[in-house]
């Protein structure tokens, strides 16, 4: 069974930034051939909607065969809910919460993103697991796409 990847917009975002570009687009090359899964969230989508042409291109270059799209829960909600009340992540930052929960509710193989101050970021790591535990939810992989992918 292929690899379910959650991609936040940063990760598509990337393939247009010099610093991440390489292993973004390496991501996204993987995505259309199938080798995982782009998992997004009607959430991203709603984020793409307000990006650059050329960043919203991105997504319309990965088959639709190869994409899961993730529609916003209660279950989600909710816990994002309890990652901002055990102090995770702040209130103003409930989007990423909603990345990290829906993510999580979907057991997802990982989630990927350039966003190191509020995603990809050990503490915030650790917290949001803690969270996943004590609401009975896994451990989520949370890694850039360097991590996914490995160096080439």
């Keep these: 069974m292929k690899?379910?990847?959650y991609t936040d917009t940063s990760v598509l975002g990337g393939c247009e930034d010099e610093e991440f570009r390489a292993p973004s687009r390496r991501l996204l090359a993987a995505f259309q051939r199938g080798e995982m899964t782009l998992v997004l969230s009607d959430l991203a989508v709603r984020e793409l909607e307000g990006a650059p042409a050329h960043v919203r291109g991105i997504?319309?270059?990965?088959?639709a065969a190869h994409i899961e799209v993730l529609?916003?829960?209660p279950e989600a909600e909710e816990l994002a809910d309890a990652y901002i009340k055990d102090?995770?992540?702040g209130a103003r930052m409930r989007a990423d919460a909603l990345h990290i929960a829906?993510?999580?509710v979907a057991r997802?193989?990982?989630?990927?993103?350039w966003n190191f101050k509020h995603i990809v970021n050990l503490k915030r790591i650790q917290a949001y697991n803690a969270v996943n535990l004590k609401s009975g939810y896994p451990l989520i992989e949370i890694r850039t796409p360097r991590e996914i992918l490995g160096d080439e």
């Design 71 to 73: 529609a916003l829960s």
């Design 59 to 63: 997504l319309g270059q990965v088959p």
């Design 87 to 89: 102090g995770a992540i």
């Design 108 to 113: 997802v193989d990982a989630l990927v993103s």
């Design 3 to 5: 690899p379910r990847i």
């Design 102 to 104: 829906l993510a999580t």
